[in-house]
């Protein structure tokens, strides 16, 4: 094999690092994505690298995952925590350390693929420097979320001119989810190429534990009616919309109701204020004793969570995917979704769950108690979520998907390479 058909893939995400640990603040899907995404790949036989932003002197520069899967820390702008709307003046230097990292390690990457609109951006100057091919995966659209949001960041018209660019430009625009596809057509350019590969979820894991026993390791009561939301603190996750309706459901007086509000935050960063600003409304609602704060969910107990749970909530204004959805449904427990995005392809309504207009408390309230009341539906429908996942939604299945797309850009970069190298 040539080095213009060798398997090797870039896979950039600037912001958001696959090698820490998810649920906090600047932590969620995206680095989960990459993560498998990489790891799945490489068991298919790629080379891949994951470039992202060192954020501390003491962090790796390289972690090495698997014989083939490694994540790769360059220095762009301070080495410390940048919020993701203050790294764009940082990604020219990004883009240098990118280029010498390949002259250093002798490697010349072909095609990247770029996760979120920061690293497109990288990708865009890559493809000026060196030609390199580029796939992109927004994770989150600046049109959709600016639409949802009181406080458009200074950074907005920077975003919004950089996703139009990179969707006319790249080689391959990856949408993860039919909603996501009709968003860019209709919001954000008419040209472009753009494929459907949705995210996944490990099969595997979620799964592998049962309610019974779920509930005897975290030593949850088994007539418990447990409403469990795992996430980011983040006002666009709705989580403000999930508290009130627990508060208006029917058995909000019954002794057995518990709400679970699982994800990390730190105290004065925008996820700590959330939660704060969550708890705060628990408190004035009377409902502290009915609710725990388990803190950050390690991906090891999370099947433990989802499995324990009658029905996951996932009440966000805006979800360009959700893998909190699709980790729930392949735990075989139902999800209580907001009507929006991503969540209206994962979840099927009346199927495997419910799905409810975004900040509609009695809406939310009416779909949780649908489910808590009656036990042998929610047993159905979180069987059909179950299988839903697994036809649908496996990281294998992704990963093949995007190998293939991959294969497929290669392929046409060999043959445009063809008659120069015949010239020689
Ligand atoms: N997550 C986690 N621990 C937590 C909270 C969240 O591991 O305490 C993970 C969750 O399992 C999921 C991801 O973070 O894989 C969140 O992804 P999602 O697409 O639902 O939301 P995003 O964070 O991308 O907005």
Known sequence: MNSTTEKRIALISVHGDPAIEIGKEEAGGQNVYVRHVGEALAQLGWEVDMFTRKVSLEQDSIVQHSEHCRTIRLKAGPLEFVPRDEIFGYLPEFVENFVKFQVKNGINYQLVHTNYWLSSWVGMELKKIQGIKQIHTYHS?????????????????????????????????????????????????????????????????????????????????????????????????????????????????????????????????????????????????????????????SQDILPTYYAAADVCVVPSHYEPFGLVAIEAMASGTPVVASDVGGLQFTVVNEQTGLLAPAQDVAAFANAIDRILLNPEWRDELGKAGRKRVETKFSWDGVANQLGELYNEILGQTAKELEPALLTK
């Not at 459901?249 to 935050?265: A, Y």
């Open 141 to 297: 659209l600046g049109a959709v979320k600016y639409n949802t949001i009181d406080n458009i960041p200074l950074i907005a018209s920077q975003r919004l001119a950089v996703e139009k660019e990179v969707l006319e430009t790249a080689e391959r625009i990856v949408a993860t989810s039919p909603q996501e596809n009709q968003h860019m057509r209709s919001l954000v350019s008419t040209k472009g190429n753009i494929d459907i590969i949705p995210c996944g979820t490990d099969i595997q894991r979620f799964g592998s534990i049962g309610r019974d026993a779920a509930r005897l390791e975290l030593g949850i009561a088994p007539e418990a009616k447990i409403v469990l939301y795992v996430g980011r603190f983040d006002p666009r996750k709705g989580i403000e919309t999930l508290v009130r309706a627990v508060n208006e459901s029917q058995l909000r007086e019954s002794n057995n109701l518990k709400l679970i509000i699982g994800g990390g935050s730190t105290p004065g960063n925008s996820d700590g204020i959330e939660r704060d600003r969550i708890e705060q409304i628990v408190n004035e609602l009377g409902m502290s004793d009915l609710t725990i704060f388990p803190g950050r969910l």
